[in-house]
T-cell receptor, first 112, second 114 residues
Framework: DAKTTQPTSMDCAEGRAANLPCNHSTISGNEYVYWYRQIHSQGPQYIIHGLKNNETNEMASLIITEDRKSSTLILPHATLRDTAVYYCIVRVAIKPGNQFYFGTGTSLTVIP | DTAVSQTPKYLVTQMGNDKSIKCEQNLGHDTMYWYKQDSKKFLKIMFSYNNKELIINETVPNRFSPKSPDKAHLNLHINSLELGDSAVYFC?????????????FGAGSRLTVL
């Protein structure tokens, strides 16, 4: 079901930028890319989303390649509290609703 | 105020029993979802309701029956519980026609079947 592939795990030094890649090579033209994270066993938390253009908010930046087949989530200055599982998701329009397909996620560990 | 609330947070029960998990959202969203997260942490959609109408029903055993009495509630009833039903169940909601259409999740309900 998942339309995305991500590395299983990554480490990042505290204070450095964390760059989390995602492949979505079968994405269609009207399908959005979303990123969520899950800290421990809490409910997933929204981070950012985009369609074609790069996006930035107070949490992160999202870089989407021109062919839209991959994207990178950037946490500019990782802190210990950013240790979590990060999910890259493709939102598929299924009339009248939307379907969010979660991949297996990347477990990010921020190291002091 | 909690935006998406689920009860109970923990549920331990015997095989063969019937149990329910309740979900309520106070965000004014029109679409609600149930996701199942197994021990391998894979999040899988089970159901989606829009304005009380079922719009997504993935291949879930018919022992699972969602019920949406109104737009703010989506309850999950499970009959004849099996060991494999042990998981964390997450409720979520979104506003279908908003620009961002962001999913807001509840804190999860951990079901353990003995």
């Amino acid at each position: 079901d998942a339309k995305t592939t991500q590395p299983t795990s990554m480490d990042c030094a505290e204070g450095r930028a964390a760059n989390l890649p995602c492949n979505h090579s079968t994405i269609s033209g009207n399908e959005y890319v979303y990123w969520y994270r899950q800290i421990h066993s809490q409910g997933p938390q929204y981070i950012i989303h985009g369609l074609k253009n790069n996006e930035t908010n107070e949490m992160a930046s999202l870089i989407i390649t021109e062919d839209r087949k991959s994207s990178t989530l950037i946490l500019p200055h990782a802190t210990l509290r950013d240790t979590a599982v990060y999910y890259c998701i493709v939102r598929v329009a299924i009339k009248p609703g939307n379907q969010f397909y979660f991949g297996t996620g990347t477990s990010l560990t921020v190291i002091p | 105020d909690t935006a998406v609330s689920q009860t109970p947070k923990y549920l331990v029960t015997q095989m063969g029993n019937d149990k329910s998990i309740k979900c309520e959202q106070n965000l004014g969203h029109d679409t609600m979802y149930w996701y199942k997260q197994d021990s391998k942490k894979f999040l899988k959609i089970m159901f989606s309701y829009n304005n009380k109408e079922l719009i997504i029903n993935e291949t879930v055993p018919n022992r699972f029956s969602p019920k949406s009495p109104d737009k703010a509630h989506l309850n999950l009833h499970i009959n004849s519980l099996e060991l494999g039903d042990s998981a964390v169940y997450f409720c979520a909601s979104s506003r279908l026609h908003s620009g961002a259409n962001v999913l807001t999740f509840g804190a999860g309900s951990r079901l353990t079947v003995l």
